[in-house]
């Protein structure tokens, strides 16, 4: 059947269902023609039409009688000539850049490289017809109802991010319906969002979710992408996580989570991977952009066109800083604040986007227009704050309007309650908010998002309970993943019986756990630390779609002991500004205080010494957070005060005596948490003037004048 194809307009790009039929709009400045083809339910082609009309680069029609749920691929004509980074071919099906859903996997097996693979050359042209191992892009009704829709608009200060796979999350819940398990529903099951409100946690923060595909070296091994690192589209929910449908309910679908999470008072926010894509490198398949625009959408090696530019490890890297790229993720961005209603973004690989032929650029192009953005201003902005490059590593330099992964909150806590010395000072400016790395360009401690784990390496329960990783699973021989030599074995490897060895791993999960949620900044917990979810030992689950990686919800009583202790924190937490500050401390007194806003002691109960703060020798201090400085003022314009906080922690293998000293509402100091009390670490009670602290342990005191 011959399609009729009107005009139709450049803008939006992508497709667009109108009364008459489908806007489709592509952009690609080196094209010479540009097809659409449509297919049947089966995957079979069953007609094409040519996109002949072209405005600013952009290829564009409406075609009629094309409604919702239509599946479609481009073909894209131009110059072969990959030493000029050019590499279209029209026998190659591509995915549009823009769809909103796509449906299919992707089929190794099919000639889906542009280049003839038997040979081995890349520049070797190749006429096989790929469409039936490529993924295909779905026309989607983009109509959903959200009246009631109200984001929570939880303050990042008061945020307590919880990051977690849509997959792994519920897939083993038996209290979800089986049929929604490790989807989007399963995520917005009554059973789930009950767990997450037990815990406390404001946001969860998804690994990816846009539509992404396994590589092939993990097809051959018969395992798949778990982490979702490899995208395909910008604006298509994964279809996999779709317990609806996949030609276009995925959308619906995901809506409908975030309406569940919002009306229980929890944000969304996405993990995205706009630094690189799935096409890999020059032996990489063609399935979109690639194929597109090669020279557009990605950076070329300078005076060598036909390589690619591999800021991320994984074989390209995306031309953020070509205007057209750039729209491409601003677009992205905008459609899935205004479109698909979450509350914020945590971007991978982050230093990529603020580089150009210069290197990293802290106010790059990327972050220009994200400035002054009216929609991006308002939500939550996270960046992994490094990428692989030279000068990738870049804490404390993202502009004022960001929040960063704190990579060196997590070395240096790790580090300290490891037992290596000479790092009080480190520690201090950790628990504070790290104000070195942010208090001097416009941020506040919320800048620093805080994590001692993440699903990149060890969980919490195997950071404390193996020295090595164990990554034989992944198929590599065990050579992938970090080294693990930041880990902490504590007798034994692995599970044990041995109870002191259990113990003292319990004690010290909490040592970390205390550490960060009551650290200033934003805590990040990684889904089950709190239940201490065990990957046995492996520290790169990104190919475990499996239970090494899924969440476990039996839990025995030192697990669900666990489960209330952190419950517990984080509304210890929530009940108190005084641990969750919106502003530095200045270190010093305020009026009508005896006290400075924050003060360390020694064991003697005497301010802390300059010369032993580098000491090697110390690793135990106890410091104090004053709550009658918080400098900050409610809706009456009235300050706020609240108790203040006394934290004493010992990093030693012994116990130490500490002299406490004078509470700065002079009252007695009430324990509130001692991490060495397995049975019951929150009972509080009036301390005297010393306190005999146990090694490898925790305590927190309030002094009780609010």
């Known amino acids: 059947m011959k399609r009729t ?58 075609v009629r009688d094309i409604k919702p749920g239509q599946r479609y691929g481009y073909r894209v004509d131009g110059p072969w000539d990959p030493q000029q980074g050019q590499r279209f071919n029209k026998h190659k099906l591509l995915v549009d850049p823009y769809a909103k859903a796509i449906t299919g996997d992707v089929d190794y097996k099919q000639p889906i490289f542009p280049y003839d693979v038997t040979s081995g050359d890349d520049t070797k042209f190749d006429e096989q017809d790929s469409a039936a191992g490529v ?124 309406k569940q999470l919002h009306q229980a008072g929890i944000e969304v926010i996405l993990d995205v991977v706009y630094n690189h ?12 952009m690639k194929g597109v625009d090669n020279s557009i959408y990605y950076r070329s090696v300078p005076g060598d066109a036909r390589h690619y530019m591999d800021y991320t490890g994984t074989g390209n890297t995306l031309n953020v800083s070509h205007p057209q790229v750039l729209k491409l993720v601003m677009d992205s961005l905008r459609y899935w604040v205004t479109e698909m209603h979450v509350d914020g973004f945590r971007f991978d690989l982050a230093s990529t986007l603020a580089r150009d032929e210069e290197g990293v650029q802290k106010l790059g192009s990327f972050f220009n227009v994200i400035h002054q953005d009216p929609i991006l201003q308002n939500v939550k902005l996270i960046a992994e704050p490094w990428d692989v490059g030279a000068g990738g590593y870049q804490v404390g330099n993202f502009p004022v309007l960001w929040a960063e992964w704190n990579g060196k909150y997590r070395d240096t806590v790790r580090r300290f309650w490891k037992g290596d010395s000479g790092l ?36 919490l329960c ?105 419950g517990k924190l984080v509304k210890l937490r929530c009940k108190h500004p005084n641990l969750r500050r919106h502003k530095f401390f200045q270190d010093r007194k305020i009026k009508g205080s005896t006290v400075r806003d924050v003060a360390w002691f ?82 509080e009670q009036e301390i005297g003037e010393k306190v005999i602290l146990g090694g490898r342990s925790m305590r927190v005191f309030r002094d009780g004048a609010v």
């Open 5 to 62: 194809v009107l005009p139709g307009r450049p803008y939006p790009l992508g497709a667009t269902a109108r009364t008459k039929g489908t806007n489709f709009a592509l952009f690609s400045e080196h094209a010479t023609a540009v097809k659409i083809c449509f297919f049947d339910e089966e995957g079979k082609e069953t007609d094409c039409a040519d996109l002949t009309e072209r405005t600013a680069f952009v290829w564009h029609g409406l």
């Open 135 to 258: 993924p295909k892009s779905i026309v989607i009704d983009p109509k959903f109802d959200w009246t009631g829709d109200c984001p929570p608009d939880t303050r990042l200060a008061d945020s307590v991010i919880y990051e977690i796979s849509v997959r792994g999350f519920s897939e083993k819940n038996e209290y979800v319906p089986k049929e929604i398990r490790g989807t989007y529903a399963g995520l917005a099951s009554e059973a789930s969002i009950k767990y997450l409100k037990q815990l406390g946690v404001t946001a969860v923060e998804l690994l990816p979710v846009h539509h992404f595909i396994d590589e092939s070296h993990l097809v051959d091994r018969g395992l798949r992408d778990y982490w979702g690192y490899n995208t395909l589209s910008y604006f298509a929910p994964m279809a996999r996580f779709s317990s609806s449908g996949t030609a276009g309910e995925q959308v619906r679908e995901f809506k409908e989570m975030v």
């Open 277 to 288: 894509t799935c096409e890999g490198n020059q032996l990489g398949p063609v399935l979109s």
């Open 424 to 459: 009080l000072s480190d520690f201090a400016y950790r628990v504070t908010g790290s104000s070195d790395l942010y208090q001097q360009d416009g941020r506040a401690p919320s800048a620093s998002i805080n994590f001692i784990t993440a699903h990149d390496g060890f969980t």
């Open 462 to 566: 195997d950071l404390v309970s193996y020295d090595s990783k164990h990554n034989e699973n992944n198929g590599d021989n065990n050579t992938d993943g970090a080294d693990g030599n930041d880990s902490w074995n504590m007798g034994a490897e692995g599970p044990t019986d041995d109870p002191a060895i259990n113990e003292l791993r319990e004690r010290q999960t909490r040592n970390f756990l205390t550490t960060l949620i009551l650290s200033q900044g934003v805590p990040m917990i990684c889904g089950g630390d709190e239940v201490a979810r065990s990957q046995r030992g492996n520290n790169n689950g990104y190919c475990q779609d499996n239970d090494i990686t899924w969440s476990d919800w039996k839990l025995d009583p030192p697990r669900q002991r666990l489960m209330d202790f952190t």
């Open 602 to 683: 020694g064991t003697d109960g005497n301010e802390f010494p300059e010369a032993d703060w580098n000491a090697t020798w110390k690793n135990s201090m106890t410091f104090l957070m004053n709550g009658q400085t918080l400098g900050v003022v409610n809706d009456d314009g009235k300050p706020i005060v609240d108790d203040s906080f006394l934290f004493m922690v010992n990093a030693a293998n012994e116990g130490v005596e500490f002299a406490l000293p004078k509470a700065p509402g002079n009252t007695a100091w009430i324990q509130v948490l001692d991490t060495q009390n397995i049975d019951d670490p929150f009972a």
